[in-house]
């Protein structure tokens, strides 16, 4: 710890992590109060209209300061993404507990009425795609880690892809059921698996803008080790919960 | 360096952990003020029977509810929890352990400015026209079932979640990672234990809040159908969620404050701690492993088998072990000290009365056949109020005060500081006091009138006069502070002679990057080196 930054005297500050914030409560908290709660169109679109610049362009900062400065101590990300798996791995047993808790006092009466046949090749197809893209990005860290920099953005691109047909199959298939009138509020099934397939879904989206934030330096020649093995930690925990949405929800 | 150069960027925009620190500081108290303020409401309301500030009898109850929600949770998941979780251990566990700052500067601004959005969004809801009325725990059916607003309830859950969180990491890593040179895990100051079990339940516990609070903003909203018995659902799924994460949120609470008075006792009766192993690896990881196992005796009357019930009489009942062993420690660490009785210290030692009240009137509340009994009055509002609000509250009064000269540079004034103190400590008691009185003989919790009940009118009274002697003391307190921080006492180094590192190795305030020279410790040093003297 004994690095000349900390003993040179100003007072540290960056505008990223406050745009983050902000963008985040006028796109989250704001919008969707303005659209479900209040039903108000105008509003839905002031509130996403001006959050979702802000806290584009605090993503992009915090990502150029992520590169362009040096931490305290270096590669703690790698160690702190796990920590924060950890919270997730409970978020998720939470909504897990609400299904199960619904499934199993059904009894035998499971799925309730007005659940229709889902096509079980839908999640086979889609867990191909997603154990791929793990796959895939595995080879990106690879080549990242060789200095090899048009072979990173080759497979991050390939990666990219992957997960983005997976976010593309979720959504044709709510679109699907949306159509035949089984939406979220249909029963207690549709309840769960709206829920944990959309959070899911959330995730997968977030995996995807966090390839978007190190394939963007990657153009410009830039990475950095610890971000693009923090961001390879999360990929593979969402390909890992999602064996355990899949088995669940559809193979159950 | 001239602090006059600093510009407003460096300040609101600031990554350094102690500026931080103080931006929390002063939204917590920023929210104490007000949820504080709520509470004089609901005193005043009750102090006579019949309407007296809500106006009318059909629709009081619902401004009632307003106040109940906004004390309950500003208190709690505004105040307490940030000032303990975001103030102190912000500004002082990089400085006890000698760290330059947290692992991660960026995200720790980022934990603070989603603290300000969720302060921000929570009384945004006193502007809405349907301002949120369900308590604190937002419990379903009603909270689904109201016309009131329920999502800016969520999203304030779901932000100051996000950034406890983000905290938790953040500090976990620090801790483990950034340690000074030869600082060994029996060298930490007793606050970075308790502090560190804390974060370590806030990052197992938090994200089951976060998903029964989504649940329920889905049921209203989205339709879905979680806690709805008629499709399927459970209501008391919504209880066992909540309590899974909210029972534990007492100790997160409990064990930083906890942590803060073992600084404060060691520091002003110049002992080691008594019993340090005993006190961090039974008592603080004691709690800390039991906290998750006794959610369900908040549910003791919604219905559940016997065995449940025993079996979490018997895991409540444990929980006095580990507190215990603490407490011993405290009072093993004041016997024979050369005590120092100024401000912090009488604050610090109310709360060993503070805690003997609350931890004794906790048993019959974990007895199944007592609680059957009390569930639901106001014996339970008077035992949290002592254990964990009025406890955690003057934790947090003596920590300002013990570290008042390191964050501002100058001495608090201590005539006008133990005034307070004899007013609050006054105030509280005659507040809560009458509420296990009438607790005991039936009076319900929650109620804005009793009617039904006229026998307590003259109880409620007393309470309302502990409030406004509460409210006196609370003004003098915080005018103190800020008297004090402008034109205090210049502070000496360090004004306790403390053997903590944030005064022993640091000038008041610390300038960036905290210590002038890297921190080396010796085998032999400890934060309470005190008999070697």
């Known amino acids: 710890m004994s690095t000349a930054a900390g003993h040179e005297h100003h007072w540290e500050w960056s505008w990223a992590p406050t745009a983050v914030v902000i963008g985040t409560f006028l796109l989250v908290p704001l919008g969707f109060s303005a659209y479900f709660v209040y039903e108000d169109t105008m509003l839905t679109i002031l509130f996403t209209g001006l959050g979702t610049p802000i806290l584009l362009a605090g993503i992009a900062r915090w990502v150029h300061e992520g590169l362009t400065q040096k931490p305290l101590v270096a590669g703690l990300a790698a160690t702190a993404l796990p920590i924060f798996i950890v919270s997730e791995i409970f978020i998720f047993l939470g909504l897990f507990t609400a299904y199960w808790t619904m499934r199993l006092s059904q009894g035998g009466n499971w799925p309730p009425e007005g659940t229709p046949e889902l096509n079980l090749l839908i999640p086979v197809i889609m867990t191909f795609f997603l154990v791929g893209s793990s796959i895939t990005y595995h080879v990106a860290e690879m080549k990242d880690e060789a200095g090899d920099m048009a072979g990173f953005r080759k497979w991050l691109i390939i990666t990219l892809i992957l997960g983005t047909i997976f976010l593309g199959l979720t959504v044709y298939e709510y679109q699907h059921l949306l159509h035949i009138g089984f939406g979220p509020s249909a029963n207690a099934f549709s309840t769960a698996f709206y829920t944990i397939t959309g959070f899911h879904a959330s995730h997968v989206l977030v995996g995807l803008g966090s390839f978007l934030a190190v394939l963007i330096p990657a153009f410009k020649g830039r990475s950095n080790h610890t971000l693009t093995a923090s961001v390879g930690v999360y990929w593979h925990f969402v390909d890992v919960v999602w064996f355990f949405v899949a088995s669940q929800i559809y193979f159950w | ?533």
């Open chain 2, 1 to 533: 360096m001239s602090a006059a150069q600093s510009s407003w960027k460096e300040w609101v925009f600031t990554t350094d952990h102690k500026r931080i620190g103080v931006m929390y500081l002063v939204g917590s108290l920023a929210a104490f003020a007000v949820a504080g303020t709520m509470a004089l409401l609901i005193r005043i309301e009750q102090s006579q029977l019949g309407p007296n500030l809500v106006g009318d009898a059909f629709t009081g109850g619902d401004t009632y509810n307003t106040w109940l929600y906004f004390h309950g949770a500003a208190m709690i998941l505004a105040f307490l929890i940030p000032g303990l979780t975001g103030y102190f251990a912000n500004y002082f566990i990089p400085l006890m352990i000698g760290a330059n700052d947290v692992a991660f500067p960026r995200i720790n601004a980022f934990s603070v400015w989603l603290f300000f959005v969720a302060i921000v969004l929570a009384l945004a809801g006193f502007v809405i026209p349907d301002t949120p009325d369900i308590m604190w725990t937002g419990y379903p059916p009603y909270s689904v079932m109201t016309s009131a607003n329920t999502s800016f309830y969520v999203f304030t859950v779901h932000l100051l979640g996000f950034s406890s969180i983000l905290g938790a990491v953040n500090f976990l890593v620090t801790v483990v990672y950034m340690r000074a040179p030869g600082m060994g895990w029996n060298q930490l100051n007793v606050f970075v234990w308790t502090t560190v079990a804390a974060f370590v339940i806030q990052l197992i516990f938090i994200p089951v809040l976060a998903a029964a609070v989504t649940m329920l903003l889905f049921d209203k909203y989205l339709g879905t159908h979680f806690f709805d018995p008629a499709a399927g659902g459970d209501v008391l799924l919504y209880q066992n969620l909540f309590w899974f994460y909210s029972h534990p949120a007492v100790y997160v609470i409990f064990l930083p404050a906890m942590g803060v008075l073992f600084e404060v006792i060691a520091g002003m009766a110049k002992n080691r701690i008594f019993n340090y192993k005993a006190c961090v690896y039974g008592g603080v990881w004691g709690i800390t492993l039991l906290a998750g196992e006794v959610w369900v005796h908040h549910l003791y009357v919604a219905g559940m088998p016997d065995w449940i019930r025993v079996g979490q009489m018997v895991s409540t009942l444990l929980i006095s072990v580990p507190v215990g062993l603490m407490v011993m420690s405290m009072w093993g660490t004041l016997y024979r000290g050369a005590i120092t009785y100024n401000t912090a210290m009488l604050y610090a030692g109310s709360c060993l009365f503070l805690v003997l009240i609350g931890g004794l009137t906790g048993i019959p509340l974990a007895m199944t056949s007592m609680t059957v009994h009390l569930s639901e009055t106001a014996f339970v509002h008077a035992h949290f109020h002592y254990v964990m609000a009025i406890f955690a509250t003057f934790a947090i009064f003596s920590g300002v005060y013990y570290w008042f000269p390191k964050i501002s540079g100058r001495m608090p004034n201590e005539k006008m500081g133990k005034l307070g103190f004899l007013i609050n400590f006054v105030g509280v008691n005659v507040t809560f006091w009458p509420l296990f009185i009438i607790g005991i003989q039936g009076m319900p919790r929650r109620y804005w009138d009793y009617q039904m009940f006229p026998q307590f009118e003259g109880y409620h009274q007393i309470a309302f006069y502990g409030a406004v002697i509460v409210a006196v003391g609370m003004a003098i307190t915080i005018l103190n502070w800020l008297f004090s921080a402008i034109g205090g006492e210049k502070a000496p180094e360090n004004p306790w002679n403390s053997a903590s590192l944030e005064w022993t190795h640091c000038p008041s305030p610390p300038g960036p990057g905290n210590f002038p020279k890297d921190v080396e410790l010796t085998a032999d040093w400890t934060p309470y080196n005190y008999d070697k003297r």
